[in-house]
């Protein structure tokens, strides 16, 4: 069946790859920058390869998209037969992507709408599948919009991380922030919030911080319908258990994914990250 909106996103949505086949959503890849050495998000270097770079304190760093990638992407899909394009990134505060893609817009083939989600992991990726399902039922291009917006809107996601020094180095959280961590030994739970990254709750312990991410998520599901992602970075057992006990709690849960970050995200938050993303359908 022919789809007259076509869905564009980025390698931060970390939606398997199933779901981008299923979905026909282009995702198009962000740079790591591994000392002199560039490579694609996804493709070129592992979550794995990062979480090990990071642990040998080799210099890592993001870059976005080129313009030109954007157009290359918009151009392959109005090829394809779209004549409309909905393309969702990640937070303008967190990266140049939305930026880059803006640019690209302006000469593309055919309409392209340019969408700051605020959001990143899967609180992006539900965006990108929300406006997907409803091109792939027919709707416009102003309806895949409006639908992805308003999953971004009800969306929540927060973390754990072992140490505010990856964030404070990226320049994603305050350097008085991530110092007042270290002192008091606090393990931090953070939260996207107005497309940024802020501090949510101090706790003395991982044990106690973990668990209070499983408290946070299972408040904010409440009882509707809703979609979770589980998020990690080189903690495989501390994401199965929380999802497990999410199966448990979560009387509206649908879709429950468990994936590893990607090492755009993973090199701001180091290894050990742990996520809870809510999203009410």
């Given at each position: 069946?022919?789809?007259?909106?076509?869905?564009?996103?980025?390698?931060?949505?970390y939606l398997p790859p199933t779901a981008l086949?299923?979905?026909?959503?282009?995702?198009?890849?962000?740079?790591?920058?591994?000392?002199?050495?560039?490579?694609?998000?996804?493709?070129?270097?592992?979550?794995?390869s990062l979480a090990e770079a990071l642990r040998?304190?080799?210099?890592?760093?993001?870059?976005?998209?080129?313009?030109?990638?954007?157009?290359?992407?918009?151009?392959?899909?109005?090829?394809?037969?779209?004549?409309?394009?909905?393309?969702?990134?990640?937070?303008?505060?967190?990266?140049?992507?939305?930026?880059?893609?803006?640019?690209?817009?302006?000469?593309?083939?055919?309409?392209?709408?340019?969408v700051d989600t605020g959001m990143v992991a899967?609180?992006?990726?539900?965006?990108?599948?929300?406006?997907?399902?409803?091109?792939?039922?027919?709707?416009?291009?102003?309806?895949?919009?409006?639908?992805?917006?308003?999953?971004?809107?009800?969306?929540?996601?927060?973390?754990?991380?072992?140490?505010?020094?990856?964030?404070?180095?990226?320049?994603?959280?305050?350097?008085?922030?991530?110092?007042?961590?270290?002192?008091?030994?606090?393990?931090?739970?953070?939260?996207?919030?107005?497309?940024?990254?802020?501090?949510?709750?101090?706790?003395?312990?991982?044990?106690?911080?973990?668990?209070?991410?499983?408290?946070?998520?299972?408040?904010?599901?409440?009882?509707?319908?809703?979609?979770?992602?589980?998020?990690?970075?080189?903690?495989?057992?501390?994401?199965?258990?929380?999802?497990?006990?999410?199966?448990?709690?979560?009387?509206?849960?649908?879709?429950?994914?468990?994936?590893?970050?990607?090492?755009?995200?993973?090199?701001?938050?180091?290894?050990?990250?742990?996520?809870?993303?809510?999203?009410?359908?």
């Amino acid at each position: 069946m022919h789809r007259h909106v076509a869905i564009v996103t980025d390698s931060t949505a970390y939606l398997p790859p199933t779901a981008l086949r299923e979905h026909r959503i282009t995702s198009v890849p962000l740079t790591v920058v591994l000392g002199n050495e560039a490579l694609e998000e996804g493709t070129e270097i592992s979550a794995r390869s990062l979480a090990e770079a990071l642990r040998k304190h080799r210099a890592v760093t993001t870059s976005r998209p080129s313009p030109e990638t954007f157009a290359a992407a918009y151009r392959e899909v109005a090829a394809a037969g779209a004549d409309g394009i909905v393309s969702l990134h990640l937070s303008a505060e967190f990266s140049g992507t939305y930026d880059a893609a803006v640019l690209a817009a302006q000469d593309a083939p055919v309409p392209v709408r340019v969408v700051d989600t605020g959001m990143v992991a899967m609180a992006l990726g539900f965006c990108a599948l929300a406006a997907a399902q409803t091109a792939a039922a027919g709707g416009s291009l102003d309806e895949a919009v409006a639908a992805a917006e308003k999953r971004a809107e009800g969306t929540s996601a927060f973390f754990y991380v072992d140490t505010l020094d990856y964030l404070r180095r990226g320049g994603r959280i305050g350097a008085a922030q991530a110092l007042l961590g270290s002192a008091l030994a606090v393990k931090p739970l953070l939260e996207l919030a107005d497309g940024r990254i802020g501090m949510l709750e101090k706790v003395r312990t991982a044990t106690k911080a973990i668990a209070r991410l499983e408290e946070l998520a299972v408040a904010r599901a409440g009882e509707s319908a809703v979609d979770i992602a589980v998020h990690h970075l080189a903690a495989p057992d501390r994401a199965d258990h929380l999802a497990d006990r999410l199966r448990e709690r979560v009387p509206g849960l649908a879709d429950l994914h468990v994936s590893e970050v990607g090492a755009v995200i993973g090199a701001h938050t180091g290894p050990g990250l742990l996520g809870a993303v809510v999203s009410p359908r």
